[in-house]
């Protein structure tokens, strides 16, 4: 459904950050990208909902498409009509208006009969049975948790095929991160909708997706099935902070990884 073949993607015509980026998502899959920060992560997202033009970034080669057509030329509003939701990182709203509103705004994209908005609510609040008790307070004064699931709500009310999410477990305590992957996978599950998961929580991602990307410095140097990537050694050093029984992973380890990469062998 989603391809990106080859994509390189430059910021004001000068700056490099991705270098030739191979990925594609499947009808109905949930997909996890890992990274540290900096790797590109934010801005592959970004080149395929088309936010890098607000930000003077450029898909510059290759090409990204969705059902077989071309899209990296089109504006966000295009893209987001096709069914293709960004949330992005941060839990970005309109924090003066209340929960309620927030969803609701989301929701202003579907082109549907106007009386699908209060099905759409109930259904973001079956999901999300917090923000039913929250309906009127504004947004501004919610806990980061609650905020997080309010834009995630948002992108449901959209009627999204396709979900870009970004670091959905940033800031956010352990149970609470426990309770946005059961959503997460409940969400891919039963609306069918395809999940794109950018994470820097490994466990979490590899977890949830059935398949896996990592991303360093611009690159695809990894990718396979999430079961895979559990049990690739660098993965499990680097990403999942795993080593053999009673090793510890040493400064020396980490400073000759660049040297090393296995899986690029």
Same mark, same amino acid.
């Given at each position: 459904?989603?391809?990106?073949?080859?994509?390189?993607?430059?910021?004001?015509?000068?700056?490099?950050? /991705?270098?030739?980026?191979?990925?594609?998502?499947?009808?109905?899959?949930?997909?996890?990208?890992?990274?540290?920060?900096?790797?590109?992560?934010?801005?592959?997202?970004?080149?395929?909902?088309?936010?890098?033009?607000?930000?003077?970034?450029?898909?510059?080669?290759?090409?990204?498409?969705?059902? @077989?057509?071309?899209?990296?030329?089109?504006? &966000?509003?295009?893209?987001?009509?096709?069914?293709? /939701?960004? !949330?992005?990182?941060?839990?970005?709203?309109?924090?003066?208006?209340?929960?309620?509103?927030?969803? #609701?705004? $989301? $929701?202003?994209?579907?082109? @549907?009969?106007?009386?699908?908005?209060?099905?759409?609510?109930?259904? !973001?609040?079956?999901?999300? &049975?917090?923000?039913?008790?929250?309906?009127?307070?504004?947004? @501004?004064?919610?806990? $980061?948790?609650?905020?997080?699931?309010m834009v995630m709500g948002r992108s449901l009310m959209g009627h999204p095929? !396709? !979900?870009?999410?970004?670091? &959905?477990?940033?800031?956010?305590?352990?149970?609470?991160?426990?309770?946005?992957? @059961?959503?997460?996978?409940?969400?891919?599950?039963?609306?069918?909708?395809?999940? /794109?998961?950018?994470?820097?929580?490994?466990?979490?991602?590899?977890?949830?997706?059935?398949?896996?990307?990592?991303?360093?410095?611009?690159?695809?140097?990894?990718?396979? &099935?999430?079961?895979?990537?559990?049990?690739?050694?660098?993965?499990?050093?680097?990403?999942?902070?795993?080593?053999?029984?009673?090793?510890?992973?040493?400064? #020396?380890?980490?400073?000759?990884?660049?040297?090393?990469?296995?899986?690029?062998?």
């Open positions: 459904m989603l391809e990106l073949e080859n994509i390189e993607v430059k910021y004001l015509n000068t700056i490099l950050v /991705l270098k030739g980026v191979n990925l594609s998502l499947g009808d109905d899959t949930l997909a996890c990208l890992l990274g540290a920060n900096g790797a590109g992560k934010s801005t592959t997202l970004k080149a395929i909902s088309g936010l890098l033009r607000t930000e003077e970034g450029a898909v510059t080669d290759g090409s990204i498409r969705y059902n @077989g057509t071309e899209i990296h030329n089109r504006w &966000p509003e295009d893209i987001a009509a096709l069914g293709i /939701l960004q !949330v992005v990182e941060g839990r970005h709203m309109a924090e003066h208006l209340t929960v309620e509103e927030n969803l #609701r705004a $989301g $929701g202003l994209i579907y082109k @549907g009969p106007r009386s699908q908005m209060a099905k759409d609510l109930e259904m !973001v609040y079956s999901y999300f &049975p917090r923000l039913s008790s929250l309906k009127e307070r504004t947004a @501004g004064y919610c806990s $980061g948790g609650e905020q997080q699931m095929n !396709v !979900v870009l999410l970004d670091e &959905p477990s940033l800031g956010l305590a352990p149970l609470l991160v426990q309770e946005i992957a @059961g959503i997460i996978k409940r969400i891919n599950e039963t609306e069918k909708v395809a999940i /794109l998961l950018v994470e820097q929580n490994a466990i979490m991602g590899l977890n949830l997706a059935s398949y896996g990307y990592v991303m360093e410095n611009g690159r695809i140097v990894l990718d396979g &099935p999430a079961e895979t990537l559990k049990g690739n050694e660098d993965v499990k050093q680097f990403y999942l902070g795993l080593t053999g029984i009673g090793q510890k992973r040493s400064y #020396r380890d980490v400073k000759h990884y660049k040297r090393r990469k296995r899986w690029l062998g």
